[in-house]
Nanobody, 125 residues
Framework: QVQLVESGGGLVQAGGSLRLSCEAS????????MGWFRQAPGKEREFVAA????????YDEDFVKGRFTISRDNAKNSVYLKMNSLKPEDTAVYYC??????????????????WGQGTQVTVSS
């Protein structure tokens, strides 16, 4: 079992930056693929980025376009999402998610078994 707690959301002006953090409980974190998803009001939840246990990464390139960076620190049981050049359309609740230990990197929401409660990111114009 993995429990996830996100932090770092808030209100930022367009063009600004935020770094989201997700701290995980459980002894298998270092072997888990981790992902970030987001859900804007009235929209479905969508994939943002993922990082494998070995550090490989993948991003949704439709809107990320080099602005976001996912990273992890296994010693701290944490995964991060650094977001630069934020736009009002990035406003959403951002969720951290984990796959079961040993599973490969994936952008599919259904592949993730564990979810955090979400952290709100609001970008003002």
């Amino acid at each position: 079992q993995v429990q996830l707690v996100e932090s770092g959301g808030g209100l930022v002006q367009a063009g600004g930056s935020l770094r989201l953090s997700c701290e995980a409980s459980g002894r298998t974190f270092s072997r888990c693929t981790m992902g970030w998803f987001r859900q804007a009001p009235g929209k479905e939840r969508e994939f943002v980025a993922a990082i494998s246990w070995s550090g490989g990464t993948t991003y949704d390139e439709d809107f990320v376009k080099g602005r976001f960076t996912i990273s992890r620190d296994n010693a701290k049981n944490s995964v991060y999402l650094k977001m630069n050049s934020l736009k009002p359309e990035d406003t959403a609740v951002y969720y951290c998610a984990a796959r079961p230990a040993g599973r490969s990197i994936s952008p599919r929401e259904l592949d993730y078994d564990y979810w955090g409660q979400g952290t709100q990111v609001t970008v003002s114009s």
